[in-house]
């Protein structure tokens, strides 16, 4: 999905044709005639357009015949993008300058493009290009520091879960924030080291304009701020997985003593009844022939022995 929008009256709206000053946004679904055929109408280099595509392409910025590119990678909620993998993963986002208008392309939806399309960006300006591009940064720090917010919520949930049970989903649901945070300070720091690279080559042009190298210079200082939760969470985290291996291997411990406890307490009836069920002559075993009481004194020997046996692990808190 090709989408061509203008600006007019601080309102977005579509155009049938690519014109001076607008913004060409590409969504899924799409197939690659459609953006060979984009590029070629609109001298755009088709590398610049499939290279954003990749889920694995690394922030950097390049420049060809007067279109320049951006990919910076930002952080989605993984709803089914990639199966079995964590709850939140990065994706580029490819951000091409020409001389009369920006397009922004994406293999998949993601919350900063939506929040240009739907309005939220206060102070939008389509036509100028470094204006776009540095509210398009803005935006891509904003949702790296909400969604290590929600990560660090959703960690002391599943804490406090595993504290009360030892299930394979608990310590999965970790894991899977682990990874989320493996992406986020791998790709914040890229997106860091890129940011610091255009100031100083000044890529986007906005040297001597005080105002949008300031806002460049916050947005860096934001994104390192980011970088630094994220590396903090996932210190926490690991020491946490650690530390729940162990607790679960000493549950594992406890309840294995405690079922031996149990085995041992139960045997000794077993084994008192065992020996009377033999055909050989035993002790009592005349007397109770006239008698009740030597029935009611191996009754209670099967049950003192394992009461005293029980006391005694109690006392040793084995059990």
């Known amino acids: 999905m090709i989408d061509i929008l203008t600006q007019k009256d601080g309102r977005l709206e579509r155009l049938e044709q690519v014109e001076k000053g607008c913004w060409v946004n590409i969504y899924p679904p799409f197939d690659r005639s459609q953006l060979e055929d984009f590029a070629s109408q609109n001298n755009v280099p088709i590398d610049f357009l499939t290279d954003s595509l990749d889920t694995d392409e690394r922030s950097r910025y390049e420049s060809e015949e007067e279109i320049d590119l951006v990919v910076v990678n930002t952080p989605v909620r993984n709803e089914a993008f990639v199966k079995d993998e964590a709850l939140y993963i990065t994706i580029p986002i490819g951000i091409i300058s020409t001389p009369d208008f920006i397009i922004t392309i994406s293999s998949f939806k993601n919350p900063v493009i ?15 290009q470094q204006w776009f591009t540095l509210r398009l940064l803005d935006r891509n ?17 599943f804490e406090s879960e595993i504290y009360r049970s030892s299930r394979n989903r608990d310590l999965k649901n970790l894991l899977d924030l ?9 790709n914040l720091r890229a997106n860091d080291l890129m940011m610091n690279r255009m100031r100083r080559t000044n890529f986007l042009k906005i ?7 300031d806002f460049l210079e916050d947005i860096i200082i934001d994104n390192g701020q980011a970088s630094e939760m994220a590396d903090i969470y996932t210190n926490i985290v690991n020491s946490m997985m650690d530390a729940f291996a162990s607790i679960i291997s000493n549950n594992l411990g ?7 406890v149990i085995t041992i307490v139960l045997t000794l009836p077993m084994v008192i009844a065992s020996f009377y069920g033999m055909n050989i002559a035993l002790p009592m075993q005349e007397a109770g022939q006239t008698s009740l009481w030597p029935f009611w004194t191996l009754l209670g020997i099967s049950v003192v022995l394992p009461l005293f046996f029980w006391l005694y692990f109690r006392r040793k808190r084995w059990f």
């Open 207 to 213: 040297q001597g304009n005080e105002e949008q190298d």
């Open 254 to 260: 406890r309840t294995v003593q405690r079922l031996t």
């Open 178 to 186: 682990q990874k989320s945070l493996v992406y986020f300070v791998t």
């Open 114 to 128: 939506d929040d240009f399309l739907h309005g939220r960006i206060k102070m939008l300006k389509v036509e100028d």
């Open 141 to 157: 720090v904003h949702y790296f520091q909400y969604y290590l917010k929600e990560i660090n919520t959703k960690r002391y949930t």
